[in-house]
């Protein structure tokens, strides 16, 4: 009687079959147009750091008046070549001064190639390339690299170092993002997936839609930057994918799952779409918006990467929730129970006996009553050994990291740079700029030739032939340094809108500690000699400082935010004040213990300098969002169970319902987060690993543990003031 009341529900076989294949088939639209801008993503993309700061930055508005001085929108590349370890000869300086000559006339360098200048000890010389910073500098930065080793002699040995250097090895470094970490990503879920399902065609299902996701994902925001709406580098880039992939994996883990509870228990394709759309919509668009809601807090941030990841991360996220409630529900009412061949479903998903003196089966029924048995020293002991690891946080070093470490392994740039520093002074090509009123330009040459770690000043001027001319002051006035032949006139700043661009190279490298230490120092003596505010002090090592201490305000303003929504999200979803308050304490100290151990894994193990201050601001967004996700995954089946049979009896059912998926979604998500590590960048190798990390240990220990235990333990006071606290008390599943 039932299967037949069933089928007079029915509705005709043309929308049945229908409208699948109309979801499926506007999806494979959207995907085959989106699916070649994986190829076009280097057209609308920058790794420019100062683009990346707020427009009031002293650094960002000194880049962008260079050009009213200089004459040329140009990054510096600073070419160093070594001979045999003895002083260079005749012969050797003169290959030299014809490879420069040659350089002059490379695709992407601007004029202005500076003849080849010995060192002090004769044993080196430097050579300065301005590069044409609209064009492709990596580019243009092998060109020079090739040139220089077809024009030198053998013994003699050529790097191409400084500003342009460091980019073109940083691009190199983000080459493999389109293919390379999209293939690692993909087969290792795949894998996850043949393992927990058994079933050659779901995990194919499964990807193609998380993939679908991304290439619809990746079409919008491949316009929003090309509109120059947001900001898109290798580093949006390649967490857009992981997060594309891993969270559009994790929501189609938790249909499927309801999906084959439906299926189980006999329904036609159908009806198990429908009551797996409903079991899973509310849980999957929770987790998403509140994901979403974490992720566009970082429009409060001050630095364009930032906010540029807040939208287009959350773009990704909205298509991944589209996707899992439209695209995969239309595949899988199209396949029905044969998506599962060779195991279709035919019982239910083991589950608690209502006598607690019957055996169980199966390791989430286990899990289960061994929580009950020893609910209250089991989340004492979690909470213990959380905290322990939680100690490791003091030793995170996330102050900033040199530009010459961004790059993991080999890195031509690094190696010049130390080159350099061994024959010339370490900040040569990357000097300091301060921009003055002209009436202020002796004074503010003054400061910077009291200042220790600065070299000689020079102010830009057309009049000479290398755009700048040394100057000093007499009586109290800048006196600028003749050039050309005896008699010649002295040359005149270069002022523009009242002001004067003066340079002065730095004795140590541009990224060191002891250069930033002195570009603050000069900026205090300059507020202090002309007024706070009147001098601007830019270049490559005053963006550096701009950066990390954006950073640092950014994760402190924003970190608050970010719990105050998710605790206001989880408070709506679950009607309880207490539960969302117990779920986030559990979610901050498993994301305390994620930072502390990888503190330990960074310092200890990996031997890495340090941090960008930016590493524990996303790590706390991804893992709090994403760690949320399974506490929403988790407390919402608890909840719904709870209505039919009791707080404790519900928390006991919920666990053993969502342990399966919480535990694959966990792999799938720390499997996708930890492919990032195949990027020899620094901050991504972080995130990898904090993010995998941190998301294991909330499946594993959080979710399946901590969070299950707590709660039975509390018992129905965990729904305080909603009505599943105020009902008499629950049977209990007890031992």
């Known amino acids: 009687m039932t299967t037949l009341r069933r089928d007079r529900r029915q509705p005709g076989r043309w929308i049945r079959v229908g409208i699948p294949a109309l979801l499926v088939l506007l999806w494979l639209v959207g995907g085959s147009i989106g699916g070649p801008y994986f190829g076009k993503v280097d057209e609308v993309s920058t790794n420019d750091r100062s683009s990346f700061l707020p427009e009031s930055a002293d650094a960002t508005q000194v880049d962008g008046r260079l050009a009213d001085f200089l004459g040329e929108d140009s990054i ?31 695709d992407g360098v601007e004029d202005g190639v500076s003849p080849p200048i010995p060192s002090e000890d004769g044993e080196a010389v430097q050579i300065f390339v301005p590069i044409d910073a609209s064009g492709e500098v990596r580019e243009t930065v092998e ?17 191409v170092t400084g500003p342009a250097g460091f980019t073109s090895d940083l691009v190199a470094g983000f080459l493999g ?18 393992v927990v399902y058994r079933s050659p065609l779901l995990p194919v299902l499964v990807l193609t839609t998380s993939v679908f996701a991304l290439c619809v994902a990746l079409l919008t925001v491949w316009w929003l930057a090309r509109a120059g709406i947001v900001v898109l580098n290798g580093q949006v ?24 509870e439906a299926v189980a228990t006999g329904l036609r394709r159908w009806d198990a779409t429908r009551a797996a759309w409903r079991g899973a919509f509310e849980p999957i668009l929770a987790s998403g918006g509140t994901v979403i809601a974490g992720l566009l807090c970082l429009l409060l941030s001050d630095l364009a990467t930032n906010r540029a990841l807040g ?10 929730v589209l996707s899992a409630l439209t695209f995969l529900p239309a595949l899988l009412a199209l396949f029905g129970r044969a998506a599962f061949w060779p195991f279709i479903p ?44 939680a100690v490791g946080i003091t030793q995170l070093k996330a102050d900033g990291v040199a530009t010459s470490d961004l790059v ?30 002209e009436g202020d330009l002796a004074a503010a040459v003054a400061v910077l030739d009291a200042s220790d770690g600065v070299g000689a000043p020079a102010v830009a001027s057309k009049d000479s032939p290398s755009g700048q001319a040394a100057v000093t002051v007499e009586g109290g006035e800048p006196v600028l340094a003749a050039t050309g032949p005896p008699g010649a006139p002295a040359p005149a700043p270069t002022v523009s809108r009242g002001e004067v661009l003066v340079s002065a190279t730095l004795t140590d490298a541009a990224d060191s500690v002891a250069a930033e230490e002195t570009v603050r120092a000069v900026r205090a003596d300059l507020d202090r000699e002309l007024g706070e505010g009147t001098a601007l002090v830019g270049g490559e090592t005053a963006t550096d400082i701009d950066t990390n201490d954006t950073s640092i305000r950014d994760r402190t303003v924003i970190i608050p935010v970010v719990l105050t929504v998710i605790l206001l999200i989880l408070a709506l979803l679950l009607r309880s004040v207490l539960a969302p308050v117990l779920l986030i304490a559990t979610v901050i100290l498993s994301f305390a213990t994620a930072l502390g151990v990888s503190a330990l894994v960074f310092n200890g193990l990996l031997g890495f300098p340090g941090a960008d201050p930016a590493v524990p601001l996303y790590g706390f967004v991804f893992l709090v969002a994403l760690g949320v996700d399974y506490n929403i995954f988790l407390m919402s089946r608890v909840r719904e169970e709870s209505l039919r049979h009791g707080t404790r009896p519900g928390i006991l059912r919920g666990l ?35 993010v995998a990390f941190g998301v294991l240990l909330d499946t594993f220990v959080v979710r399946s543990l901590l969070v299950p235990a707590l709660a039975y333990d509390i018992g129905r006071a965990i729904w305080w003031p909603s009505k599943l606290w105020r009902d008499p008390p629950e049977r209990t599943l007890g031992p």
């Open 346 to 389: 035919r019982e239910p998903v083991a589950s608690l006996p209502d006598d607690p003196a019957r055996p169980v089966k199966g390791l989430w029924p286990r899990q289960a009553r061994f929580v009950a048995r020893h609910a209250r020293a089991l989340w004492i002991a979690c909470s213990v050994v959380l905290l322990a690891g």
């Open 408 to 437: 993991l392994g080999a890195s031509e740039a690094r190696d010049g740079q130390e080159i350099l520093a061994e024959h010339f002074p370490a900040g040569s090509g990357s000097p300091v700029y301060v921009i003055v009123s």
């Open 177 to 194: 993002i389109d293919g390379l970490l999209l293939a690692v990503a993909l087969i290792a879920v795949f894998v996850i997936l043949v």
């Open 311 to 320: 939208p287009i991360a959350s773009i990704g996220i909205g298509f991944s």
């Open 143 to 159: 060109g020079i690299r090739t040139l220089l080793d077809e024009h030198l002699a053998d013994g003699l040995q050529a790097w």
């Open 76 to 106: 510096p590349a600073v070419v160093v070549v070594t001979g045999r370890g003895d002083a260079l000869t005749e012969d050797d300086l003169a290959q030299v001064q014809a490879a420069a000559a040659e350089l002059a006339g490379t």
């Open 656 to 690: 053993v319902a969502t342990g399966g998926v919480i535990t694959s979604a966990g792999l799938v998500l720390a499997a996708t987060f930890a492919a990032l590590g195949v990027i020899p960048i620094l901050f991504l190798a972080q995130i990898a690993f904090i």
């Open 237 to 260: 880039q390649g967490i857009l994918f992981i997060l594309v992939i891993g969270a559009a994996t994790d929501y189609a883990l938790l249909y499927v799952a309801r999906f084959r």
